[in-house]
């Protein structure tokens, strides 16, 4: 089991738009600071708040009003508008930064978010492995907490377990993973000047899990010994994906609350009550297995924005619906182009989405096409007459509370580039040198 223990890490950045926000106006630093959404029909919601804010209580969903309540200096900062619309380019751009950062030291990076990606660092670990450790020295694990225990137990107990005879090879990977997150989290500060959090264990469920035990700028390690105490007492709502409506559903099920619970169930008992796959999940979580990998995704799968109508705001008008549509697609054609540029690909499809009111309940729709240029313009008359034919009239008025779009399926253009670099090299370079070296590529001119 040892040898194919993984160590996974989840780096997260701390009240992350604030960061961005106190290092683009450095008069923010040292105060509490709320970033607020201003929406049409009430005054500003927060949603983000920095770590001096949060010790007074303010927090993510409070108005403006609540927030100055609880703290009557807290500085707010907007969030930038663009085209009558939110506009995140610079927390994107800023989550791109950190993520190059993550990405030097290891390839086997996911973005799970703008502001967290899951690393990978079994072979970096392996690697320190095989150098030879004699010992973990206290001082390289400044801001680590352990699971369960005091960091400097936890670092004199691996070379000492009773259990494994005198020795337990996952603790001391754990270890070594996260002395390489503090140098990680150490050349994040130094690069971009964000602090971030992490969480570090054998998959990706545990990192994530303990990420936010000990924020801000520290980091948490959770060891296998120490997960069925933690999960005695953790509710089910705490593991991904059973948060919402399905946590609720095995927790009523099951007549449970904690996910040590699901310990009581042997997997048959679980794949009859649920699936198969399902029960196998519920039977793995509850001994902390999780098998996913870290799949590497340095860039994000679809490029999507939305806009909502919430009450007396919804489009009943052709001319509404139409604007607003030219406005989503100038910026997706927008944000397609830098990507483009950037990472070298091209989208191939488009979902149009949109929510219409309809005898007071919400009717959402959504269709998917080919996507075929990124020009602003098609793009929006495109996704118009999708709309057109798609939405219910009612009483000749579109009554809509939301319009999306959102672009996915990239195909690389690399290597289309790397042949117009070679026909571009080979009209000025001499051409029976280049013919003789690369004869094969002859048929590309096609
Ligand atoms: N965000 C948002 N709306 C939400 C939640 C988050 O716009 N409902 C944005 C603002 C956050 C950023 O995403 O700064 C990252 O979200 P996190 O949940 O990671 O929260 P923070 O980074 O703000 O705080 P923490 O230090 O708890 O991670
Ligand atoms: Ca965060
Ligand atoms: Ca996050």
């Not at 690399?414 to 070679?422: A, L, M, R």
């Amino acid at each position: 089991m040892s040898q194919k223990m993984r160590v996974i890490a989840l780096v997260d950045m701390d009240c992350f738009y604030c960061q961005v926000e106190e290092k683009l106006n450095p008069a923010l630093q040292g105060k509490p600071v709320a970033v607020v959404q201003y929406n049409l029909w009430r005054e500003g919601g927060i949603i983000a708040a920095n770590y001096l804010a949060k010790e007074k209580g303010v927090t993510k969903g409070m108005w403006m009003h609540e927030a100055k309540d609880l703290c009557p200096e807290i500085q707010f900062a907007r969030v930038a508008e663009l085209r009558g619309r939110a506009d995140l380019t610079k927390y994107r751009e800023a989550g791109k930064q950190v993520a190059n950062v993550l990405n030097s030291f290891t390839n086997l990076l996911e973005r799970a978010s703008v502001d967290e990606a899951y690393l990978d660092l079994t072979e970096a670990v392996k690697l320190e492995l095989m150098k030879g450790i004699s010992n973990i020295p206290l001082e390289n694990l400044k801001t680590t907490h352990v699971v369960g225990c005091d960091t400097s137990d936890f670092i004199s107990n691996i070379g000492n377990n009773e259990d494994t005879d005198g020795f337990c090879e996952d603790d001391l990977k754990l270890a070594i993973g996260g002395i390489i997150v503090e140098k990680i989290r150490a050349a994040v500060y130094e690069r971009t000047g964000y602090r971030c959090s992490a969480g570090i264990s054998h998959n990706k469920i545990l990192a994530k899990l303990v990420c936010g035990l000990h924020k801000p700028n520290k980091q948490t390690i959770l060891p296998q010994n120490a997960i069925s105490q933690y999960f005695s007492e953790l509710p089910l709502r705490k593991i991904k994906r059973l948060g919402g409506k399905f946590g609720k559903k095995v927790a009523e099920e099951l007549g449970i609350q904690y996910v040590g619970e699901l310990l009581k169930f042997s997997d048959k008992e679980l794949s009859k009550k649920f699936d198969a796959k399902t029960g196998q999940w519920l039977y793995n979580i509850a001994r902390g297995i999780d098998n996913e990998p870290v799949s590497p995704k340095l860039i994000s799968k679809s490029i999507s924005c939305c806009k909502r109508f919430p009450g007396k705001n919804a489009l009943f008008k052709h001319k509404d619906v139409e604007h607003w549509m030219n406005e989503l697609g100038l910026e997706v054609s927008e944000r397609l182009e830098k990507d483009q540029e950037e990472n070298s690909r091209k989208a191939k499809m488009i979902t149009i989405s949109f929510t219409q009111e309809i005898n007071k309940n919400d009717v959402s729709n959504s269709k998917t096409c080919r996507l075929k240029s990124y020009d602003a313009k098609k793009i929006a008359e495109d996704a118009l007459q999708v709309i057109i034919k798609n939405c219910k009239k009612l009483d000749g008025l579109y009554h809509v509370k939301y319009l999306g779009l959102s672009v996915g399926n990239f195909e690389d253009i690399k290597q289309k580039k790397d042949i117009k670099y070679f026909l571009a090299r080979k009209n000025t370079q001499d051409m029976s040198k280049i013919e003789s070296q690369n004869n094969e590529s002859e048929c590309d001119n096609s």
